[in-house]
C-alpha cells in the first residue's frame, strides 16, 4: 500500500451514519445502505440507497426526499414515494452524474431531517480552483533566504530533565528553543533510556484546550514505543520545524538519516512546507493540511501549500478527512494531485483523525527507515 500511486483508497470505519428514526404514527425507520466505500470511481455512478421499513403493526407509506449539495450550492434535489407493508421494507435508490469532488448528501422524509452521508467522485481527477502559478524556482530561493537568516540566531536557550515524567522507559525534556527572529518555542524531547541511535519523528501538534502543552509531555511518558525518538512542538511557522531538525542534528543519540515529520490540520500544513524546504526530513505524514492556516501571509506564493506540494521529493503518506471535520476533502485531493513524490492515501469515514492512524504512520516510518 504505501510507496508507489494508490488507484483505490482503503476505506476505514465504513459507518458513517447508519440511524433510524421514527416518523409519525406510522414507525418507519430508515436506514442508509453503506457499501464498503462511499467513493465512485471511472463508470460506476454514484448511488445513494435507503431501506424503509414499515413497523410490526403499521402499513407505511410517504415520501423520502433526497439532496446533493456542493459547499452552500444545491446540486440535486430528488423524491420517491414508498409504500411498505407492516414488517416490510422497501428499498428506494437516487442515482446522479457528478464531477470530480465530494459532496454532501441529505435525507429527509416528512419535513424531518433523517439522515445523511458525504460521498465522493473521482477523487485523483480533482483539481485546484484557479491556475497555480509558475514561481520560477522563487519558492526555493525564497526559503533558502529564510533558513540562512535563521542560522544566525542561537538555537537553544536551555533545556531540562522532567524527572516526574522519565520513570518509564523514556527521559522527557523540556525544552526551549530560539526560532526565526528569536522567537522562543516550547517544545518536548522524548529519549528511550537505552543507549543507541535511534529515528527521530518531528511532530508538529495544535495545541488546544483538550490538549495541552503539560498534557502534551504526559502522553510523551505514556509511550510505549522505544525505538524512536519524538520531539513535539507546536510551531508557530513552517521554517521553525527547520530549526528543530537543527537540534536534533545536533543529538548524538539521533539517527540523521532518519528523521521524520508529521502533523494533522494547521500542523500538515506547516509539515507540509518545512518538507518541501527541508531535505533533511526523511519521509512525511499528513493528515488533513488545513489551507487556512496560509491565507494573509506578505508572501502567499511561497507559502501555498499547492506550490509547496511540488517541491516536495520524500515519501508521502496522506490521510484525508472524509467528513471535512478538520479540512476539505475536495481541496485535501486537489493538494494531493500536485504531489510528484511517491505517495499513498487514506480516506478515513468517521469524524477527525481516527486512532488507526497512529498505526498506518507507524508501519510508514517503519518502511522508510534506513
Given at each position: 500500500?504505501?510507496g508507489?500511486?494508490?488507484?483505490?483508497a482503503?476505506?476505514?470505519?465504513?459507518f458513517?451514519?447508519?440511524?433510524?428514526?421514527?416518523?409519525?404514527?406510522q414507525?418507519?425507520?430508515?436506514k442508509i445502505?453503506?457499501?464498503?466505500?462511499?467513493?465512485y470511481y471511472?463508470?460506476?455512478?454514484?448511488?445513494?440507497?435507503v431501506?424503509?421499513?414499515?413497523g410490526?403493526?403499521?402499513n407505511?407509506?410517504g415520501?423520502?426526499e433526497?439532496?446533493?449539495?456542493?459547499?452552500d450550492s444545491?446540486l440535486y434535489?430528488?423524491?420517491?414515494?414508498f409504500?411498505a407493508?407492516?414488517?416490510d421494507?422497501?428499498?428506494?435508490?437516487?442515482?446522479?452524474?457528478?464531477t470530480?469532488?465530494?459532496?454532501?448528501?441529505?435525507?429527509?422524509s416528512?419535513?424531518?431531517q433523517?439522515g445523511g452521508?458525504?460521498i465522493?467522485?473521482?477523487?485523483?481527477m480533482?483539481?485546484?480552483?484557479?491556475?497555480?502559478?509558475?514561481?520560477?524556482?522563487?519558492?526555493?530561493?525564497?526559503w533558502?533566504?529564510?533558513?540562512?537568516?535563521?542560522?544566525?540566531?542561537p538555537?537553544?536557550?536551555?533545556?531540562?530533565k522532567?524527572?516526574e515524567l522519565?520513570k518509564?522507559?523514556?527521559?522527557?525534556?523540556?525544552?526551549?528553543?530560539?526560532?526565526y527572529?528569536?522567537?522562543?518555542?516550547?517544545?518536548y524531547?522524548s529519549?528511550?533510556?537505552?543507549?543507541g541511535?535511534?529515528r527521530?519523528?518531528?511532530r508538529l501538534?495544535?495545541?488546544?484546550?483538550?490538549?495541552?502543552f503539560?498534557k502534551?509531555g504526559?502522553?510523551?511518558a505514556?509511550?510505549?514505543?522505544s525505538d524512536?525518538?519524538?520531539?513535539?512542538a507546536?510551531?508557530e511557522?513552517s521554517?521553525?520545524?527547520?530549526?528543530?531538525?537543527?537540534f536534533?542534528?545536533?543529538?548524538?543519540?539521533?539517527?540523521?538519516?532518519?528523521?521524520f515529520a508529521?502533523?494533522?490540520?494547521?500542523?500538515?500544513?506547516?509539515?507540509l512546507?518545512a518538507s518541501?524546504i527541508?531535505?533533511?526530513?526523511?519521509?512525511?505524514?499528513?493528515?488533513a493540511p488545513v489551507?487556512a492556516?496560509?491565507?494573509?501571509l506578505?508572501t502567499?506564493l511561497?507559502?501555498?501549500?499547492y506550490?509547496?506540494?511540488?517541491?516536495?521529493?520524500?515519501?508521502?503518506?496522506?490521510g484525508?478527512d472524509?467528513?471535512?471535520?478538520?479540512a476539505?476533502?475536495?481541496?485535501n485531493?486537489?493538494?494531493?494531485?500536485r504531489f510528484?513524490?511517491?505517495k499513498?492515501?487514506?480516506?478515513?469515514?468517521?469524524?477527525?483523525?481516527?486512532?488507526?492512524?497512529d498505526?498506518?504512520?507507524?508501519?510508514?516510518?517503519?518502511?522508510?527507515t534506513?
Open positions: 500500500m504505501f508507489f500511486p494508490v488507484k483505490r482503503l476505506f476505514l470505519l465504513a458513517l451514519l447508519a440511524g433510524s428514526v421514527s416518523l409519525t404514527a414507525s418507519v425507520d430508515f445502505l453503506q457499501p464498503f466505500d462511499r467513493v471511472n463508470s460506476n455512478t454514484p448511488t445513494v440507497e431501506m424503509a421499513r414499515a410490526r403493526y403499521f407505511s407509506h415520501e423520502l433526497c439532496t446533493i449539495s456542493s459547499g444545491l434535489r430528488f423524491s420517491q414515494y409504500m407493508a407492516m414488517g421494507s422497501a428499498k428506494l435508490s437516487f442515482s446522479f452524474n457528478l470530480p469532488g465530494f459532496y454532501r448528501v441529505e435525507l429527509k416528512e419535513g424531518r433523517i452521508c458525504v465522493g467522485y473521482e477523487p485523483e480533482i483539481k485546484a480552483d484557479g491556475g497555480i502559478p509558475d514561481d520560477g524556482g522563487g519558492f526555493i530561493r525564497y533558502n533566504e529564510k533558513i540562512k537568516e535563521l542560522s544566525t540566531y538555537k537553544l536557550i536551555r533545556e531540562k522532567i524527572k522519565s518509564g522507559a523514556r527521559d522527557i525534556y523540556r525544552v526551549s528553543i530560539n526560532s527572529g528569536g522567537r522562543s518555542v516550547e517544545c524531547y529519549v528511550p533510556k537505552q543507549k541511535r535511534y527521530a519523528v518531528v501538534v495544535n495545541l488546544s484546550d483538550s490538549l495541552t503539560e502534551l504526559r502522553m510523551l505514556s509511550d510505549t514505543i524512536r525518538i519524538i520531539f513535539a507546536q510551531p511557522e521554517i521553525d520545524v527547520v530549526r528543530f531538525i537543527d536534533l542534528q545536533e543529538k548524538e543519540e539521533v539517527s540523521l538519516g532518519n528523521i508529521e502533523g494533522c490540520g494547521k500542523a500538515a500544513a506547516r509539515a512546507v518541501a527541508d531535505r533533511r526530513i526523511a519521509a512525511v505524514a499528513l493528515f489551507f492556516e496560509y491565507t494573509g506578505d502567499p511561497y507559502g501555498n501549500l506550490v509547496a506540494a511540488e517541491n516536495v521529493d520524500k515519501p508521502l503518506l496522506f484525508v472524509m467528513s471535512g471535520t478538520v476539505d476533502p475536495s481541496e485531493f486537489a493538494l494531493y494531485n510528484g513524490c511517491e499513498s492515501y487514506y480516506i478515513f469515514l468517521d469524524n477527525g483523525r481516527p486512532p488507526l492512524w498505526s498506518l504512520k507507524r508501519n510508514f516510518f517503519d518502511k522508510n534506513k
